[in-house]
């Protein structure tokens, strides 16, 4: 999913749950897989009638309007998204073609937990010759440290903030005020 800010290089790219994750339980040949987390004949869950043995519900249990509705990972995805926003609001140029990725945890979190050392909230990659700068936030580690919904708002825009002024090579209190002032 990407989303753009005015006509500028602004986007935000967050994981996409449609596109299945490559990797040993998914088939390169367009096959349906196997694996345990796709259902019956290649259909994810949602994606089916029925339950698997032909029982149950026909819809969904909660409506669109609803807010349960939306998962954790949507909220998540969204609060990155107007963090980002923000930023590009008060900042503008400077953040023209950076773009804010969203990964469920970080890459060799197994290596960190054996060698116990804290996993990283986030990760900056400075920009290629075929691409942009990517800032990158890794959920799974950002829920865990924090208590509630309000202290997640909170602390997604400031590592949202802390990455992006490592990318720009500010003071984080100089690029938002509101920089850590809400606790």
Request: with cysteine.
């Amino acid at each position: 999913m990407q989303s753009s800010h005015h006509d500028s290089g602004f986007t935000v790219r967050l994981a996409d749950p449609d596109v299945p994750p490559t990797g040993a339980g998914s088939a390169s040949d367009g096959a349906p897989s196997t694996g345990s987390s796709v259902g019956v004949r290649g259909k994810h869950f949602r994606q089916r009638r029925r339950n698997r043995h032909g029982r149950g519900l026909r819809g969904e249990l909660m409506l669109p309007t609803l807010p349960g509705y939306r998962t954790r990972s949507d909220r998540f995805d969204d609060l990155v998204l107007d963090s980002a926003e923000r930023l590009h609001d008060i900042w503008g140029k400077p953040l023209d073609g950076v773009r804010f990725a969203v990964d469920e945890i970080p890459p060799g979190l197994e290596q960190l937990v054996a060698d116990h050392t804290p996993a990283p909230m986030g990760a900056f990659t400075a920009a290629t010759a075929e691409e942009g700068p990517v800032i990158t936030l890794y959920r799974r580690v950002v829920e865990q440290a924090c208590g509630g919904r309000d202290e997640l708002q909170d602390l997604v825009h400031d590592v949202v903030v802390e990455y992006t002024a490592e990318m720009l090579g500010v003071p984080p209190e100089s690029l938002d005020p509101v920089y850590r002032r809400r606790y």
